[in-house]
């Protein structure tokens, strides 16, 4: 669930996006400390709700009160989960791509996980097509082998 938080919060808040914030709306988000993002984007809701911007100036992507409101909750929803991974009870005043760093590393599945949850993937993969009894046999054969192989690898 964090990791698709994350990659929605990094589509969500672009180049595009912070471009547009600062030619229409006079909004710049000049640094990635977690406290001025926010504040910056408090701003930025706050000239979209009052109509104070430049509507004469053409962006190539331009958004509205959703997605800013959208990027402040997945803020929240990163802080309350960094929070309660880290056990700390205020919002962390670091910069956002370092909180997202320790989230991927802490949430970071090492390759042998991988590899198991993908040869798991193959063994347990009912097939629906009707096969006759020699073919079945090969298959339970060759899932037994790697089922072995899985355990071997394990014991080591």
């Known amino acids: 669930m964090i990791n698709r938080l994350v990659a929605d919060f990094e589509m969500s808040y672009t180049t595009s996006f912070k471009h ?9 988000f000049t640094n990635s400390d977690l406290p001025d993002i926010i504040l910056h984007l408090k701003k930025l809701k706050k ?29 929240s929803n990163i802080i309350t989960e960094y929070s309660t991974k880290y056990s700390i ?4 005043s670091k910069k956002i791509y370092s909180i997202i760093d320790h989230i991927r590393a802490k949430n ?6 991988l590899a198991r949850e993908v040869i798991s993937g ?4 009912p097939s629906n097509q009707k096969k006759s ?15 072995r192989a ?3 690898s394990q014991k080591k």
Not at 20 to 28: D, L, Q, R
Not at 89 to 92: G, N
């Open 20 to 28: 547009t914030a600062k030619i229409k709306y006079g909004v710049e």
């Open 122 to 125: 193959m063994i347990s993969t």
């Open 47 to 75: 000239c979209i709700e009052t109509n104070t911007y430049n509507n004469n100036v053409h962006v190539g992507y331009d958004f509205g009160l959703n997605d800013v409101e959208h990027i402040l909750e997945i803020l």
């Open 133 to 147: 009894k020699k073919i079945d046999q090969e298959e339970k054969a060759n899932q037994l082998s790697i089922t």
């Open 89 to 92: 009870d205020s919002p962390p």
């Open 150 to 152: 899985l355990k071997n």
């Open 108 to 113: 970071a599945k090492s390759p042998s996980d």
